[in-house]
């Protein structure tokens, strides 16, 4: 769940604002939870229903859109084959709201799996003070997961896709990163990962990625440097459910 961004300002006045931020009492929401982490449509669905429950005390106000990729999108700027019923509504304190996506267009690929992204941004809503004089900082929250449009008989899964994952050890800049090759239909999520260079020296990638069909990811290794052989790397990937699994790649 990530707050809104708010610009910094320039450093001349940086260090002042932030006491003032400090000095302000904070309002922290993001109350709405998603059922899940992430959603599986199947091409010959009608539509998929997924659930928001508000856990919070107060009522919240949410919006639901979908993007392709870039978080940076207005909400309804791109023209996507999907619907989501209802775009806006108010969530009771304690309460849920069932959502209803829907694919309502053509031309997605047939041969592979195709991704996009839910998002779900929470209002709070608005708050006087309680006491005359007092400055409130209130911060809208926004969750976005992966949602990813499945064809119907695709061979193959999830598993059998990161298990065929191919490893490469490259130079990217001063260091080092590992490249995942996937040849397989499906994406495959990574969480993080860990390189084995000798039985003593581990280097790792917490920050993860994804890896698309017929693509490649790189992923950056820290604090690795000079002349390295690699062994093996044990990786972190994410099942249709969102649980993390292992897998492990041997170099030869």
């Known amino acids: 769940m990530k707050a809104l961004r708010i610009h910094r300002p320039r450093r001349a006045g940086l260090n002042l604002m932030l006491w003032c931020v400090l000095l302000l009492p904070w309002l922290a929401w993001g109350h709405v939870q998603i059922s899940g982490t992430r959603v599986i449509y199947p091409a010959n669905a009608r539509e998929v229903t997924l659930e928001l429950t508000n856990k919070g005390s107060t009522p919240s106000l949410v ?136 039985a003593s020296k581990r280097y790792s990638n917490s920050s993860g990625g994804m890896v698309a069909p017929g693509g490649s990811f790189d992923f950056p290794l820290e604090q690795l440097s000079g002349a390295v052989h690699a062994k093996t790397v044990t990786f972190y990937w994410l099942n249709d459910y969102g649980a993390r699994e292992v897998g492990q790649f041997v170099f030869n």
Do not use: C
Request: aromatic share 8%.
């Open 63 to 198: 919006q639901v859109w979908i993007d392709a990729g870039d978080r940076r999108i207005r909400p309804g700027a791109e023209a996507l084959p999907f619907l989501v019923t209802p775009p806006i509504t108010r969530i009771e304190a304690q309460r849920g709201q069932s959502l209803r996506l829907a694919y309502v267009g053509q031309g997605l690929p047939q041969d592979r799996e195709s991704v996009f992204w839910l998002n779900v941004l929470e209002v709070p809503p608005s708050v006087k003070s309680t006491q005359a004089g007092q400055n409130l900082v209130q911060l809208a929250f926004r969750s976005r997961i992966k949602m990813f449009y499945r064809p119907s008989g695709l061979p193959g899964n999830v598993e059998r896709s990161a298990r065929q994952l191919s490893w490469r050890l490259i130079r990217q800049g001063s260091g080092y990163a590992l490249r995942a090759s996937n040849p397989s239909l499906y994406h495959v999520s990574i969480s993080n990962l860990e390189l084995q260079a000798t």
